[in-house]
Every structure is written in structure tokens, then in C-alpha cells.
């Protein structure tokens, strides 16, 4: 769904025709005098001592590595110039300074501006100054946001701020070379996903969890909650054991490495029962990331009891799809919801190139799903289409709509593992034209067309599609776009 016309197809055919996201990264830096190349030792402008000034600042890279935030907090340093009668500690400038050969005996060149000259946080402002109200010093805050940068980006930079060869410095009218510096170095965090991978009942489970900016060696230990029935957790951080009971476990476990930095996450971990029949699953024909489409799922327990559930994802060709998203592990799917709830899921958005195919999910109870497609197009509002998860038949059909310059994009999926199958398009035409058609699908297989570029007889206008399957292992969705770039669903029968 990119433009109308020609390119407004690609989306539906990316959607149906076809990276993964990081982890959010933090990084700290602690700033002294002795930190500067070469070092300063702060005086008055009378030339007696003042206080050494110093700080901490910490950055937060975001998942799609599009933006940092920082907060950095500084001691005797003059943040208006009037907290101190003296001129020399009078903040005039502070910077992110950064190269490939940056050192603590190497100076770099200045790569982001947050106070005075250059003042780079402008896409848009983001800096927020909070000077003491008792005191030397100050609070200052941003954003390095993707376009910003002093003759440079955030993305040419990332390669030297992840190595360490970057620093954080703020310069006085004593010391405009700068008088206090920090190297802006990963912080301890647990980069393991918040929902683990699942597991299945009597089936042995292990799961390494993984840190960043940590000092080996860590120490792992359990901080709040339980961890599923049968599952332990060792001191270098492995879940193992063997689940003896299905349900959705929530936990906090921290890490302590060998400078005593800590870091603390809630997980979540699903163990499912030991078999979910996949022959009556719920199919959703179409799922789609990147060029700036999510596909997020809505999933109720319509049953009267606790109900289990998990997706699968296949692409074109019939292969598991590693679907990424954002609130746990790439292409896995699944959970424990107590009767009457609901959750939601939604893919990253930043596969590139754009991943599409189709899902199908299982579970123990009765369940409602929902495959919402989002599109995000600069400039104009946010367009979506909701479909909903359907058994797979064998006499299907689906309006479509090629006139005044709307298209009909449809997918097609084939619910069958072991077989492939064929399809008899039947076209009927709103004046009485009837056009024939025949696709195969492999095993699992999926595709996806533009019913005008696919078909030409279509073209200009409405009418409907009938789908005979060899084998009633299809699922069928179809989307309608119009000429200002946004789209609805339309249902099968």
C-alpha cells in the first residue's frame, strides 16, 4: 500500500507479495576533571582553587536506533551564571565528541551540540535545562533525533558511540576546550527479550539470558515472582528444567557483574500444553512488515476457561517465517489468557526488504483474532484495515472493486503442510463478464496479486471472486485501495 495505481499495489502484493529490531541499548558516562585531554584543575578568574566539578550523564539508544535520549547531571558548574559570582565556571558550551580512533588520550571532533555553540538538538528541540535551586550546577536533557547532527548523523556516528569512541563534555569560560569529560560507555543491561521463547509441557526447556555492558563475570539471581513449575535458574543465568505445568509465569530477574553494576528485568515465559491441533486452527491469510506497515493481533478467550494459544508464521514458499516482533521473541506467538482476556501483539515495522505471508494459530479453547494492517505514510494520516481470523473452506468468496480508481489487492493461503493446491479463480463481473483463473500454492504456500495488474479483464470494474480449492485448506483476505492511499478489508463468505 504505497501509492495508488501501480505503486498503491505494491504494498497489498508486499503485503501479500512480498531486520529484525535491536534491543533498546543504554550507555553511561561519568565526567571528571581528570577525564579531560589533558586534564584541568578549576580555579577562579582571581587564580585561588574552586570546587573540581564532575557529573554523570545517562543515554538511551532506542530499539530501532533512530533516536538517543540523555539526562546528564552536573556539580560546580555555573548553569546561568549567577549562581556563582565568579565568571570561570560559567557553562558555555557542552557536546557529544566522537571518531574512530577516540580515546581517553585522543580528542575528537564535536558530532552533537546540546548547549551553546554548535546547538545541534533543532529536529526538534528537545533540550530541557533545570539549574539547581540550592547549588552549583544543573540537570540538562535531550534528544538525538535521526536528521540531527554537526555535519554528521546519529547513524553515521553509532558505529564509534557502540565501540566506546565517543565522550560527553562540558566546557567553561575557564576551560572552553572543556573542563569536564566522560566516556560515554554501554551501561549493564539485559538485552534477553521481556516474553522468552515458550515452552511446552514435559518437553526439557534451557534458555540462556544475555547482557550488554557487563564485566565478566555476571551473577544472576531471582528478584520477584515464580518461575513456571519445574524451571530453575542458575547463577550464570540459564532457565532449564521441565515445565510440569501449562500456564504464563511472570518474573523479575537481576544480574550483578564484577564491578557490582546491577540490572534488573521482568520476563514473561508461556509454557503451552503438550499438543495444540493446528488442523482446526484460526488462519489469518496476510501478515505483512516493513515500508512502513506493521500487522498487529488482537487475540480474545471467548471460552469459559483459561485457553492457550500459539501462531505460526510461513512465507511464500511454505517456509516458517521469523515474524518480528516487538514485545518478544521473533516469530513466536503464544500465550495463557484467563477467560474474558485479551492481548495484543504487533509486529516492529523495520524488516527491510518487507517480509509478508500468512499465519495460522492454535489453541486449547475458543478464541477470537484479529490482524490489523497499519500504514504509516508521512504527510498523511495513518491509514488501517482490521481482518479477521478465519477457518479454512472450500467455496469461498470475495468482493472486489477496480473502479474510479480504487484496487483490489487479495492473498491467498494454503493451510495444508504435506500438499499443495490448486485454486479455480472464478471472476464475475458486475456487467456479466466471467474470467478464469487457476493458481497452486505449495504446502503452507501463500501468495498475494493486484486483481487488475493480475487479471487486465478486471480492470475498471466490480464484481465478485470465487474460490475452488482441490482441498479445503484456504484462507482468503482481500483489501481495497483508494485513490488517497488508504485502504479497508474486505470479508470472504
Same mark, same amino acid.
Given at each position: 500500500?504505497?501509492?495508488?495505481? @501501480?505503486?498503491?499495489?505494491?504494498?497489498?502484493?508486499?503485503?501479500?507479495?512480498?531486520?529484525?529490531?535491536?534491543?533498546?541499548?543504554?550507555?553511561?558516562?561519568?565526567?571528571?576533571?581528570?577525564?579531560?585531554?589533558?586534564?584541568? *584543575?578549576?580555579?577562579?578568574?582571581?587564580?585561588?582553587?574552586?570546587?573540581?566539578?564532575?557529573?554523570?550523564?545517562?543515554?538511551?539508544?532506542?530499539?530501532?536506533?533512530?533516536?538517543?535520549?540523555?539526562?546528564?547531571?552536573?556539580?560546580?558548574?555555573?548553569?546561568?551564571?549567577?549562581?556563582?559570582?565568579?565568571?570561570?565556571?560559567?557553562?558555555?558550551?557542552?557536546?557529544?565528541?566522537?571518531?574512530?580512533? +577516540?580515546?581517553?588520550?585522543? *580528542?575528537?571532533?564535536?558530532?552533537?551540540?546540546?548547549?551553546?555553540?554548535?546547538?545541534?538538538?533543532?529536529?526538534?528541540?528537545?533540550? @530541557?535545562?533545570?539549574?539547581?535551586?540550592?547549588?552549583?550546577?544543573?540537570?540538562?536533557?535531550?534528544?538525538?533525533?535521526?536528521? !540531527?547532527?554537526?555535519?554528521?548523523?546519529?547513524? !553515521?556516528?553509532?558505529?564509534?558511540?557502540?565501540?566506546?569512541?565517543?565522550? =560527553?563534555?562540558?566546557?567553561?569560560?575557564?576551560?572552553?576546550?572543556? !573542563?569536564?569529560?566522560?566516556?560515554?560507555?554501554?551501561?549493564?543491561?539485559?538485552?534477553?527479550?521481556?516474553?522468552?521463547?515458550?515452552?511446552?509441557?514435559? +518437553?526439557?526447556?534451557? #534458555?540462556?539470558?544475555?547482557?550488554?555492558?557487563?564485566?565478566?563475570? *555476571?551473577?544472576?539471581?531471582?528478584?520477584?515472582?515464580?518461575?513456571?513449575? /519445574?524451571?530453575?535458574?542458575?547463577?550464570?543465568?540459564?532457565?532449564?528444567?521441565?515445565?510440569?505445568?501449562?500456564?504464563?509465569?511472570?518474573?523479575?530477574?537481576?544480574?550483578?557483574?564484577?564491578?557490582?553494576?546491577?540490572?534488573?528485568?521482568?520476563?514473561?515465559?508461556?509454557?503451552?500444553?503438550?499438543?495444540?491441533?493446528?488442523?482446526?486452527? #484460526?488462519?489469518?491469510? #496476510?501478515?505483512?512488515?516493513?515500508?512502513?506497515? +506493521?500487522?498487529?493481533?488482537?487475540?480474545? *478467550?471467548?471460552?469459559?476457561?483459561?485457553?492457550?494459544?500459539?501462531?505460526?508464521?510461513?512465507?511464500?514458499?511454505?517456509?516458517?517465517?521469523?515474524?518480528?516482533?516487538?514485545?518478544?521473541?521473533?516469530?513466536?506467538?503464544?500465550?495463557?489468557?484467563?477467560? /474474558?482476556?485479551?492481548?495484543?501483539?504487533?509486529?516492529?515495522?523495520?524488516?527491510?526488504?518487507?517480509?509478508? %505471508?500468512?499465519?495460522? @494459530?492454535?489453541?486449547?479453547?475458543?478464541? %477470537?483474532?484479529?490482524?490489523?494492517?497499519?500504514?504509516?505514510?508521512?504527510?498523511?494520516?495513518?491509514? !488501517?484495515?482490521?481482518?479477521? /481470523?478465519?477457518?479454512?473452506?472450500?467455496?469461498?468468496?470475495?468482493?472486489?472493486?477496480?473502479?474510479?480508481?480504487?484496487?483490489?489487492?487479495?492473498?491467498?493461503?494454503?493451510?495444508?503442510?504435506?500438499?499443495?493446491?490448486?485454486?479455480?479463480? =472464478?471472476?464475475?463481473?458486475? =456487467?456479466?463478464?466471467?474470467?478464469?483463473? +487457476?493458481?497452486?500454492?505449495?504446502?503452507?504456500?501463500?501468495?498475494?496479486?493486484?486483481?487488475?495488474?493480475?487479471?487486465?479483464?478486471?480492470?475498471?470494474?466490480? /464484481?465478485?471472486?470465487?474460490?475452488?480449492?482441490?482441498?479445503?485448506?484456504?484462507? @482468503?483476505?482481500?483489501?481495497?485501495?483508494?485513490?488517497?492511499?488508504?485502504?479497508?478489508?474486505?470479508?470472504?463468505?
Amino acid at each position: 500500500m504505497l501509492r495508488l495505481h @501501480v505503486c498503491l499495489m505494491a504494498p497489498f502484493v508486499v503485503l501479500m507479495s512480498g531486520a529484525s529490531a535491536y534491543a533498546q541499548t543504554t550507555f553511561s558516562a561519568t565526567l571528571t576533571n581528570s577525564g579531560e585531554n589533558p586534564p584541568t *584543575n578549576p580555579t577562579l578568574s582571581t587564580g585561588g582553587p574552586r570546587p573540581a566539578s564532575f557529573g554523570t550523564a545517562t543515554f538511551t539508544l532506542n530499539a530501532a536506533r533512530t533516536s538517543m535520549t540523555f539526562s546528564a547531571t552536573v556539580f560546580n558548574i555555573d548553569f546561568t551564571g549567577s549562581q556563582t559570582p565568579d565568571p570561570n565556571d560559567n557553562l558555555v558550551a557542552a557536546h557529544i565528541h566522537a571518531a574512530p580512533n +577516540v580515546s581517553p588520550t585522543v *580528542n575528537g571532533p564535536v558530532v552533537w551540540g546540546f548547549f551553546g555553540t554548535p546547538f545541534n538538538d533543532n529536529n526538534p528541540n528537545d533540550v @530541557v535545562i533545570t539549574p539547581f535551586p540550592n547549588g552549583v550546577g544543573g540537570t540538562i536533557s535531550g534528544k538525538w533525533d535521526a536528521p !540531527e547532527g554537526n555535519g554528521t548523523t546519529l547513524a !553515521e556516528q553509532l558505529p564509534n558511540i557502540l565501540a566506546g569512541h565517543a565522550y =560527553i563534555n562540558f566546557h567553561t569560560v575557564q576551560n572552553r576546550g572543556g !573542563e569536564i569529560r566522560g566516556a560515554i560507555v554501554m551501561a549493564l543491561g539485559i538485552t534477553s527479550s521481556a516474553t522468552l521463547p515458550t515452552g511446552t509441557l514435559g +518437553v526439557p526447556y534451557s #534458555q540462556a539470558l544475555t547482557t550488554s555492558g557487563a564485566t565478566p563475570p *555476571n551473577t544472576w539471581a531471582m528478584m520477584s515472582g515464580a518461575l513456571p513449575a /519445574g524451571l530453575s535458574l542458575s547463577s550464570a543465568g540459564v532457565l532449564s528444567g521441565t515445565p510440569t505445568a501449562a500456564a504464563t509465569s511472570s518474573f523479575t530477574i537481576g544480574v550483578t557483574d564484577s564491578t557490582a553494576a546491577s540490572s534488573s528485568q521482568t520476563f514473561s515465559l508461556t509454557i503451552l500444553p503438550s499438543s495444540l491441533d493446528f488442523t482446526s486452527a #484460526q488462519r489469518v491469510a #496476510q501478515v505483512v512488515d516493513g515500508g512502513g506497515f +506493521v500487522t498487529q493481533f488482537a487475540i480474545v *478467550n471467548l471460552d469459559t476457561s483459561q485457553v492457550s494459544f500459539q501462531f505460526r508464521f510461513w512465507d511464500d514458499s511454505g517456509n516458517a517465517l521469523s515474524l518480528p516482533l516487538t514485545n518478544g521473541t521473533s516469530g513466536d506467538l503464544a500465550g495463557t489468557l484467563a477467560q /474474558g482476556a485479551t492481548v495484543f501483539a504487533r509486529t516492529s515495522g523495520n524488516s527491510a526488504p518487507l517480509l509478508q %505471508g500468512w499465519g495460522e @494459530v492454535a489453541s486449547t479453547g475458543r478464541i %477470537g483474532v484479529l490482524a490489523i494492517f497499519r500504514l504509516a505514510t508521512p504527510g498523511k494520516p495513518d491509514s !488501517e484495515a482490521t481482518v479477521t /481470523g478465519t477457518q479454512s473452506g472450500s467455496n469461498i468468496f470475495l468482493p472486489f472493486d477496480n473502479t474510479q480508481g480504487f484496487v483490489t489487492g487479495v492473498a491467498v493461503s494454503n493451510a495444508n503442510s504435506t500438499q499443495s493446491v490448486s485454486v479455480t479463480l =472464478i471472476f464475475t463481473s458486475d =456487467i456479466g463478464a466471467q474470467t478464469n483463473a +487457476v493458481i497452486t500454492l505449495p504446502a503452507h504456500g501463500h501468495t498475494a496479486f493486484v486483481v487488475p495488474a493480475a487479471y487486465p479483464a478486471t480492470a475498471g470494474a466490480r /464484481g465478485s471472486i470465487r474460490f475452488l480449492p482441490s482441498s479445503p485448506d484456504i484462507a @482468503v483476505v482481500g483489501l481495497r485501495f483508494s485513490p488517497n492511499n488508504s485502504f479497508t478489508s474486505l470479508g470472504s463468505f
